[in-house]
Nanobody, 125 residues
């Protein structure tokens, strides 16, 4: 089992930055991919960034590419999302997720077995 807990959400004005953290505990050495998803009101949950744990290869959705950076700590017990140039469209609940299998598609939430409780990010214009 893997337990995930996000932190770092909050309210910020457009153009600002936030850094989200996800603390991982339990059998973290068994995780292969970790990712950040978000869900805006009235919309489906979407994958925005992922990282392959062992290689460090990162993946980004076009909506955040160049503005957000996903990273992990050396002990692989924490996941981060640095969010820059935030806009109102980034308002959502942000979730971290972990998978213990190699993913044919990092965007598919069905492949992630472990999820955090989410943290709210609100960007005002």
């Amino acid at each position: 089992q893997v337990q995930l807990a996000e932190s770092g959400g909050g309210s910020v004005q457009a153009g600002g930055s936030l850094r989200l953290s996800c603390a991982a505990s339990g059998y973290t050495s068994g995780t292969v991919f970790m990712a950040w998803f978000r869900q805006a009101p009235g919309k489906e949950r979407e994958a925005i960034a992922a990282i392959h744990r062992s290689s460090g290869i990162t993946y980004y959705d076009d909506s955040v590419k160049g503005r957000f950076i996903i990273s992990q700590d050396n002990a692989k017990t924490a996941l981060y999302l640095q969010m820059n140039s935030l806009g109102p469209d980034d308002t959502a609940v942000y979730y971290c997720a972990a998978s213990r299998v190699f993913l044919p598609s990092w965007r598919n939430s069905d492949y992630y077995a472990y999820w955090g409780q989410g943290t709210q990010v609100t960007v005002s214009s």
